[in-house]
């Protein structure tokens, strides 16, 4: 479980939902309050840090084979040092949820992503896949 403190229970599937002018939303929303800590689903390395409009701060994990990246957005912060291509094994602190991006003030989450990397290993592609049934 990426949010501490979150149970298999109190996850809810929003993968399907549509966000926007109908955009697939393609990722969970976990309600957590703001600062609570963000951890490493698997071990990896931090591919990139990236600050967007839509996602606030966010993080791409990589898996150790760079077959699937791990999505972590509208964090609050990262974790005191924190920094890209520095390994992480599941469980690793990486920041804390917040509100960051288009994130809704009052309704702090963590969105995490999961996808399948293209052959070129970019880290802002791949095939989505519901975090939803691997988490609950």
Known sequence: MPVDGVGRDDLRDTFSETRGSNRPHEALDIMAPRGTPVRAVRDGHIEKLFESDSGGLTIYQFDPGATYAYYYAHLDRYAAGLSEKQPVEAGDL??????????????PHLHFAIFRLTPERQW????????YPLLK
Request: hydrophobic share 35%.
């Open 124 to 131: 802002w592609k791949g095939q989505a896949i519901n975090p």
């Open 94 to 107: 990486l920041g804390y949820v917040g509100s960051t991006g288009n994130a809704s003030a009052d309704a």
